[in-house]
């Protein structure tokens, strides 16, 4: 079975609440995606690649993605893009795992 630990690159499976505003905080501080395209003015919160914050509810077509200059992709080695529509990296990464047949 493929545990969550396989894919959190930010290691939130084991934060605690305040670990994890404390980590949403930096992420935010960081993150490009209010330069990015496909953002859509005063869409809230952003750091979409982060588990728990979710997808978009304001976004709704994919532009030019910035995901891959962001410092935070870099930072994390996350290794996916549109996280504003498409979900998170834990969720990219589980999807393509179990998607592709894997155990």
């Not at 982060?50 to 891959?68: A, R």
């Not at 410092?71 to 990296?89: G, N, V």
Request: hydrophobic residues 25%; negative net charge; glycine residues 8%.
């Amino acid at each position: 079975m493929v545990k969550l630990a396989e894919f959190d690159n930010f290691g939130v499976e084991n934060m605690s609440g305040e670990e994890f505003e404390s980590k949403q905080a930096y992420v935010t501080s960081k993150c490009m995606c209010q330069g990015c395209p496909s953002y859509v003015e005063g869409d809230a919160p952003i750091g979409y690649c982060l588990p728990l914050i979710g997808t978009s509810k304001n976004i709704k077509y994919e532009k030019d993605c910035l995901c891959s200059k962001c410092p935070i992709f870099q930072e994390y080695d996350l290794t996916h893009s549109h996280y504003c529509t498409r979900c998170s990296q834990v969720c990219q990464a589980y999807k393509s795992e179990i998607g592709g047949g894997h155990e």
